[in-house]
């Protein structure tokens, strides 16, 4: 079988020239006589690697030395605990509640013991929404997930409070430009799986400043300050995943950098969003305004008819668009690697299917 | 260039045949057109995998139901946080010091604030050997690490104590048989980038009865009993490192299985000390009774001929044989695949270095 149009929420598609690169070198790393994987991280091979690959993504973001770009593990769910752990100072912690993976973070600032709020939530409409908020200017941190993977939806503009603002950009990591200044970001971080490599390896961007605040009783190795000091080799990183992630940053400067893969990433997703509006069919669920470039959530008018529309659908070699369990329904995650060509192909499917199921 | 000859400590030395056949599916996993890097961890494909891997796992190592396997991240430093957070109930907690990692994992027992005991400790002779010791019945757990990567000690035999013993096996996984029971193994652990895959898995062997010991307080994400519930999928796992785990697992059973696997190890370790002993230029780092068989840590007369040693090795194809900064030196790291061919020509390389320089 040829390469599948590959829909999945997350891990999901990479770059099929990343892959093949990837490929191509396996076993023999620029003609080195080894794999990536099969040496030391403290090696010359792989430090000049790993400090590109955070040049790079400095260079995208247009961050400076006041931040420190860390590659970590545990994914964001090791984050929801390590950042009240780190960031906290006796204050309070503000939650903005968008969703599952919001409710996660939210649970462990709980467990951590801290004092934190919960300033706005959509969850009275299903999470259907961004909802509008204004963090305390006096507040620790103020904590939002930029991109609901589950629902669809995405913060259009970043909040620019005066407290130190926390992102969990899992789902949109590197999909647009952000000016950290301008919203006054003090840590942005996701997994890598969706936009940016395979899974096992957590990016983050931590503002020095704020990653000082940790106190010594907190473990070693969930400090920020660990592996800032030690340029994130305090123990061995996921290596493969850092050269795929390398490799992905290369990828996106070649498509023309954040702002072209954003003009494209609108482009996708307003194809699909404009054919579900004009349909009485499919259904958006995201509220206008609110809707995510990276994950269009939707139903048709019957469970059964998703059902049907999924099977159909990888009977026509697309995958991954069963809508999450929560949610039920479709939904079609076109991150940065999913061409338009793979949009226009499923909107054709959409089309079609709605022509004989409708 | 071809393949080298890679002695590194770790990240290591993977199994050609286990490199070529991921380069081989790298873009489209049994024929499925995808890559196993860019589907879902709870899609049916990798859970097949994911559930696979398990089951040959606790097949090697002769254990039931009563254990859990689970793919965690982090590496052992992060585990020498969790093991204290998890396991400990107020009693005192045994650790014998064979070495920097087992110092780091003490270290975090101190920020933990536990009762923690040090009961033996080869610190005065720079941990050339491994301790004589007991561990008290009633401790909550004792703890060692089975292979001293940086000196060259390991084990020759697991303790078989009364009180649950924990082992960091990051070292020596999978390079032996492992009797679970006659040395009330609790918790056994390791990264997978030595013996077992790159770098980015812990493989985490828990007894389900002490893992139960967790209390509330802890982040869920760093509860053994959260990942235990969800068959380690309780977030995203590191999938592309459990399919190479898996792929390196299959390896193992194409050698035969971990006895055969042993007895190659024995016969290359044997032929590198046996030069190193009867030799009046090369001496051996760790005790008698004591040495690795993972790693052979040595030395020539001199820093200077020890920096001559690397450099012409490199020179021949042979990498990763500079000594850890610690102790300076040599140091061989012979890992399950690193072939007997491989060892024949670094002993012939080292009795021509010896003979030129000597």
Known sequence: MSRVLNFSAGPSAIP???????QAEFTNYHGLGFSIMEVSHRGKVFE??????????????????????????????LQFAQIPMNIYTGGVAEYVNTGVWTQKAIKEAKIQNINYKVIASSEDT????????????????????????????????????????????SSDLLSREIDFKAHNIGLFYGGAQKN?????????????????RVKDSVPT????????????LANTPPTFGIYMFD?????????????????????????????????DFYKAFAKPGSRSLMNVSFATPSAELDGAFVKLA?????????????????????????????????????????????
């Open 16 to 22: 099929l020239a990343v892959l093949e690169r990837a």
């Open 126 to 169: 299903k999470f259907d929404h961004i909802p509008n908020f204004n963090f305390s200017d006096d507040a620790d941190y103020g904590y939002i997930c930029s991109n609901n993977t589950i629902y669809g939806t995405q913060y259009a503009t970043l909040p620019s409070p005066k407290c130190p603002l926390v992102v969990d950009s």
């Open 48 to 77: 000049e690697l790993h400090n590109n690959a955070i040049a790079k993504l400095k260079s995208f973001y247009n961050i400076g030395d006041d931040y420190a770009v860390l590659f970590l593990q545990g994914g964001a769910t």
């Open 247 to 279: 490799l992905v940053l290369d990828w996106i400067k070649d498509q023309g950098g954040l702002n072209a893969i954003n003009a494209v990433n609108e482009q996708k997703a307003a194809a699909l969003y404009e054919l579900i509006d004009n349909s």
């Open 314 to 358: 990888e009977q026509n070699g697309m995958i991954g668009l069963k809508g999450h369990r929560i949610l039920g329904g479709l939904r079609a995650s076109i991150y940065n690697a999913v061409t338009q060509q793979s949009v226009q192909t499923l909107c054709e499917f959409m089309k079609e299917f709605q022509r004989t199921h409708g």
């Open 221 to 232: 190795p969930l400090r920020y300050t660990t592996q800032i000091e030690a340029n994130s």
């Open 196 to 212: 940016a490599g395979p899974a096992g390896i957590t990016i983050v961007i931590v503002k020095k400043d704020l990653a000082a």
